[in-house]
């Protein structure tokens, strides 16, 4: 279900990048369902549009909940402003916030390359269900089933992961998980 009255502003909020513990984690249920959250959804879509990403999940920002946002149908340009200076126009946002989702069926099999904002400049093939219906809560506590498909069901289970505590490099063989967690983790202590 798309958010239909959502406009673009926010705060940037800090995204958490691996080996954050948070990422490990699984998440908490959301149980309150009020302004604070509305407001921490907003600046959720506004930090991912400029990120840019085409989800973001709690855990990324440091919360324990189980929540996330995606937008897979957004066109972001580069513009000239008129100091001569590079701004972003973005449109056809069709923002979807999805509170305690639950994967009540996956079938088919389909791989692509996914790249995370919690695991920077690293982008492999992955495997993932092709099809999936997912269970969910909106805003308001709502519940809500989506049957999705292509890059929505990827994206969806890619932000679900998070909230089981699992980050994308997980989902690869054990050589190049090993590789790429050793290599974040090298990066991480050197800044």
């Given at each position: 279900?798309?958010?239909?009255?959502?406009k673009?502003?926010?705060?940037?909020?800090?995204?958490?990048?691996?080996?954050?513990?948070v990422?490990?984690?699984?998440a908490?249920?959301?149980?309150?369902?009020?302004?604070?959250?509305?407001?921490?959804?907003r600046?959720?879509?506004?930090?991912?549009?400029?990120?840019?990403?085409?989800?973001?999940?709690?855990?990324?920002?440091?919360?324990?909940?189980?929540?996330?946002?995606v937008?897979?149908d957004?066109?972001?340009?580069e513009?000239?402003?008129a100091?001569?200076s590079?701004?972003?126009?973005?449109?056809?946002?069709?923002?979807?916030?999805?509170?305690?989702?639950?994967?009540?069926?996956?079938?088919?099999?389909?791989?692509?390359?996914?790249?995370?904002?919690?695991?920077?400049?690293?982008?492999?093939?992955v495997?993932?269900?092709?099809?999936?219906?997912?269970?969910?809560?909106?805003?308001?506590?709502?519940?809500?089933?989506?049957?999705?498909?292509?890059?929505?069901a990827?994206?969806?289970?890619?932000?679900?992961?998070?909230?089981?505590?699992?980050?994308?490099?997980?989902?690869?063989?054990?050589?190049?998980?090993?590789?790429?967690?050793?290599?974040?983790?090298?990066?991480?202590?050197?800044?």
């Amino acid at each position: 279900m798309y958010l239909t009255d959502y406009k673009l502003e926010g705060n940037l909020l800090p995204i958490y990048t691996y080996p954050e513990p948070v990422l490990s984690q699984v998440a908490k249920p959301v149980t309150v369902f009020d302004q604070a959250l509305r407001d921490l959804v907003r600046d959720m879509l506004y930090t991912m549009y400029h990120a840019p990403g085409i989800g973001l999940a709690a855990p990324q920002i440091g919360l324990s909940q189980r929540l996330f946002v995606v937008d897979v149908d957004y066109d972001r340009d580069e513009t000239e402003e008129a100091d001569g200076s590079v701004g972003v126009a973005f449109s056809n946002l069709r923002p979807m916030v999805l509170i305690n989702p639950k994967f009540t069926r996956k079938a088919g099999e389909t791989t692509s390359k996914e790249g995370c904002l919690s695991v920077p400049d690293v982008y492999e093939e992955v495997t993932r269900a092709e099809t999936v219906v997912v269970e969910y809560q909106d805003l308001d506590g709502k519940p809500h089933t989506m049957e999705a498909d292509e890059l929505l069901a990827i994206c969806l289970q890619h932000e679900n992961d998070h909230l089981e505590g699992i980050v994308f490099i997980d989902r690869l063989s054990p050589l190049k998980k090993k590789f790429f967690k050793q290599k974040l983790i090298k990066e991480k202590k050197r800044l």
